[in-house]
């Protein structure tokens, strides 16, 4: 497919913030993690991690992250819905991972089910991440996992790939529990 208009990635301005939270909301709708005014937060500390996608002067796509303790988080990112399935995330992405290595070693981001192939294919590794109340669940009832690091009420543990059924599968038998993949990718 050819295009009639530049397409590019750039840092966001704040000229570009609004819209690029309406393309979350659009997008992500529910499933949406954090609030336009905790990003704009984050946005104001760290503008070289919110990144959008232009078509033109269109804004169509928008990645969004910020540190944490010891790698970069990917913390929202969403590509209208006109221009799915045209590599426009994957380019977000690889953008996202330049920037990330001036200074990081290790990228995260908690997938949706639905886009876990999106991030297998950009070559980062899962694990699973659980969270819940000590009261509900005691650590003892996931010994069966093979436990990569523990804390009160979260657990990572090693998978070898992701499988929505057994994702499932666990939702139902600990349903006080939240059940996600987290992927990371070392730089």
């Known amino acids: 497919?050819?295009?009639?208009?530049?397409?590019?990635?750039?840092?966001?301005?704040?000229k570009n913030f609004e819209r690029a939270m309406n393309i979350l909301?659009?997008?992500?709708?529910?499933?949406?993690?954090r609030d336009s005014i905790f990003l704009h937060n984050k946005f104001k500390e760290f503008p070289q991690f919110f990144i959008g996608i232009f078509l033109g002067k269109?804004?169509?796509?928008?990645?969004?992250?910020?540190p944490r303790e010891d790698y970069l988080l990917i913390s929202e990112i969403a590509v209208d819905?006109?221009?799915?399935?045209?590599?426009?995330?994957?380019?977000?992405?690889?953008?996202?991972?330049?920037?990330?290595?001036?200074?990081?070693?290790?990228?995260?981001?908690?997938?949706?089910?639905?886009?876990?192939?999106?991030?297998?294919?950009?070559?980062?590794?899962?694990?699973?991440?659980?969270?819940?109340?000590k009261e509900d669940h005691p650590l003892s009832e996931?010994?069966?996992?093979?436990i990569i690091k523990s804390s009160p009420g979260i657990i990572e543990a090693e998978v070898k790939n992701c499988n929505i059924k057994i994702l499932e599968k666990l939702r139902k038998k600990y349903p006080k529990a939240n059940f996600q993949y987290i992927f990371t990718k070392e730089l």
């Open 81 to 133: 819905s006109r221009f799915h399935g045209r590599g426009f995330g994957k380019r977000l992405v690889k953008t996202f991972e330049e920037r990330a290595k001036i200074k990081y070693n290790k990228i995260n981001v908690g997938a949706q089910d639905k886009v876990i192939d999106f991030y297998d294919s950009l070559g980062y590794k899962p694990f699973l991440l659980i969270q819940f109340k």
């Open 142 to 146: 996931f010994k069966y996992l093979k």
């Open 1 to 14: 497919m050819t295009l009639l208009s530049e397409l590019k990635t750039m840092s966001l301005k704040e």
């Open 58 to 66: 269109d804004l169509v796509g928008v990645i969004c992250g910020f």
């Open 25 to 33: 909301d659009n997008e992500l709708g529910k499933e949406r993690v």
